[in-house]
Nanobody, 122 residues
Framework: VQLVESGGGLVQAGGSLRLSCVAS????????MAWFRQAPGKEREFTAA???????FYGDSVKGRFTISKNNARSTVYLQMNTLKPEDTAVYYC?????????????????WGQGTQVTVSS
């Protein structure tokens, strides 16, 4: 299984970015996919998850601003990030696990991408 993220970059506060994660070796209709983020000196934080059925979950700090979605045919998961804040600055990781439970627990995920940097300037 390989997960490859893209779409990170530098954006001003209030702006938007869309991250993509292309999965190979796994079918998105068989796994829970998630985005986590990690800022310097901080623990990895749950951002959003999407079940194989398409049901979505969000961390409290991004609710109402971020949207997770997927295209099973393209084996791609997206994270649309709007109204970005400087505190959203982090490396964003795509991850995959089997089964729907404990979707916010990073230790449950067995496949990870290499991460993509998102920097939000004030």
């Amino acid at each position: 299984v390989q997960l490859v993220e893209s779409g990170g970059g530098l954006v001003q506060a209030g702006g938007s970015l869309r991250l993509s994660c292309v999965a190979s070796g796994v079918a998105l209709n068989n796994v829970t996919m998630a985005w986590f983020r990690q800022a310097p000196g901080k623990e990895r934080e749950f951002t959003a998850a999407i079940w194989s059925s398409g049901f979505q979950f969000y961390g409290d700090s991004v609710k109402g601003r971020f949207t997770i979605s997927k295209n099973n045919a393209r084996s791609t998961v997206y994270l649309q990030m709007n109204t970005l804040k400087p505190e959203d600055t982090a490396v964003y990781y795509c991850a995959a696990k089997y089964g729907p439970i404990l979707y916010s627990e990073f230790a449950q995920y067995i496949h990870w991408g290499q991460g993509t940097q998102v920097t939000v300037s004030s």
